[in-house]
T-cell receptor
Framework: SQKIEQNSEALNIQEGKTATLTCNYT??????LQWYRQDPGRGPVFLLL?????KEKRKERLKVTFDTTLKQSLFHITASQPADSATYLC??????????????FGKGTKLSVKP | GAVVSQHPSRVICKSGTSVKIECRSL??????MFWYRQFPKQSLMLMAT?????????EQGVEKDKFLINHASLTLSTLTVTSAHPEDSSFYIC????????????FGPGTRLTVL
């Protein structure tokens, strides 16, 4: 069966440390993998997108890796801050680009950064 | 850029009534919009894909006669929950993607529906 799993429901870390979130999938062949941030009672906000032929993508304190052999993506937040506390969702894009995106979302990992 | 709004943000209604939720792209034209539903601690579940000027495409298990979608213009899509029941209580979120974009979606703030 097809599954997308995010390693843990919750992750607690100390301010200043690096948060690492994991997204694993089975029986999918996504062209892209996307990461979103969702705050309570709000819609998700797009963070990063990585293509199947890219190993790593960075944006400020964020870094995403994509290993299509392991069927895994890692999402890192360096020098974490309490303001980074939120739920982070990974999403598989099965439509090989274009605007007709068919995204399959994981349940998310709730990150809490303690001061 | 790429801002999506939703209205209302919260609605409480009696069982059996119909509720309309609006989704607007404020600063771009969205030929395609998506409607999701999210239950507590669950992932976003795609309900339907809405294309401007044509019928929506519903995901398996989503009743098209219960969840009416209209995408009459390039900036507005509406979702009407007809004859709502308590089990329809959920967080409804719309999104849109940019034509020619990379595939990322821009989400509205969501609508919390509570059916009594």
């Amino acid at each position: 069966s097809q599954k997308i799993e995010q390693n843990s429901e919750a992750l607690n870390i100390q301010e200043g440390k690096t948060a690492t979130l994991t997204c694993n999938y089975t029986n999918y062949s996504p062209a892209y993998l996307q990461w979103y941030r969702q705050d309570p009672g709000r819609g998700p906000v797009f963070l990063l997108l990585i293509r199947e032929n890219e190993k790593e993508k960075r944006k400020e304190r964020l870094k995403v890796t994509f290993d299509t052999t392991l069927k895994q993506s890692l999402f890192h937040i360096t020098a974490s801050q309490p303001a980074d506390s939120a739920t982070y969702l990974c999403a598989l894009d099965l439509n090989y680009g274009g605007s007709q995106g068919n995204l399959i979302f994981g349940k998310g990992t709730k990150l809490s950064v303690k001061p | 850029g790429a801002v999506v709004s939703q209205h209302p943000s919260r609605v409480i209604c009696k069982s059996g009534t119909s509720v309309k939720i609006e989704c607007r792209s404020l600063d771009f034209q969205a030929t395609t919009m998506f409607w999701y539903r999210q239950f507590p601690k669950q992932s976003l579940m795609l309900m339907a894909t809405s294309n401007e000027g044509s019928k929506a495409t519903y995901e398996q298990g989503v009743e098209k006669d219960k969840f009416l979608i209209n995408h009459a213009s390039l900036t507005l899509s509406t979702l009407t929950v007809t004859s709502a029941h308590p089990e329809d209580s959920s967080f409804y979120i719309c999104s849109a993607s940019l034509a020619g974009g990379r595939g990322e979606q821009f989400f509205g703030p969501g609508t919390r529906l509570t059916v009594l």
